[in-house]
């Protein structure tokens, strides 16, 4: 959804949205149950365990090796880039590094600070990206599926505010 700002070929060179430590457990993806029930018959390696209003996210806590802080773990739907296409790839992570999040009475379309590729650009271009079409499937999708939100952070910019 993303790729008038973000290519594929920028997204195969990097795993950072594809790995997570452990404070960064909250931003594993979403999947509904039929999906994940679905891809673990397909990838018996993938785990899944329960998150939020019936839906799944990836097990991967004991996949790390050590106590440090900073290890990642990869997801198991990373060989050299997603392998998930289509309806089997999560929304989180087909909008990433966008994130609705609350502000004030209202939601916002967040920008996620750390994805190497984005934060060399300017915020600008971003806001207009999520001002148009982008934005507003990002917004129909949060309002009919609110376990998508995620907790509020100050170090998020808001790039569009809308009606919760
Ligand atoms: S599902 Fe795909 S895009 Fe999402 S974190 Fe896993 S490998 Fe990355």
């Known amino acids: ?29 979403l999947f509904p149950a039929e999906t994940a029930k679905r891809l ?13 209003n019936g839906y799944l996210t990836i097990d991967i806590d004991s996949d790390y090796k050590t106590d440090d802080p900073e290890e990642e773990a990869l997801c198991p739907f990373n060989k050299n880039g ?4 289509g309806d089997d790839k999560p929304f989180d992570c087909s909008i990433w590094p966008l994130r609705v999040m609350p502000h004030g009475d209202r939601l916002a379309i967040c920008l996620t600070p750390t994805c190497p ?11 207009e990206l999520v001002s148009g079409e982008v ?17 509020r952070r100050d ?10």
């Open 82 to 85: 997603c392998v998930l296409t």
């Open 135 to 151: 934005g507003d499937k990002v917004i129909n999708y949060a309002r009919t599926h609110p376990e998508m939100i995620k907790e």
């Open 1 to 29: 959804m993303l790729r008038t700002v973000l290519s594929p070929d920028d997204c195969a060179k990097c795993r950072f949205c594809c790995s997570f430590r452990r404070q960064s457990l909250w931003e594993t993806p």
């Open 155 to 164: 170090d998020f910019p808001v790039l569009r505010e809308f009606d919760a």
């Open 40 to 52: 673990a018959e397909r990838y018996p390696r993938a785990r899944f365990k329960p998150a939020s």
């Open 117 to 127: 590729v984005i934060s060399a650009k300017p915020l600008d271009i971003m806001r």
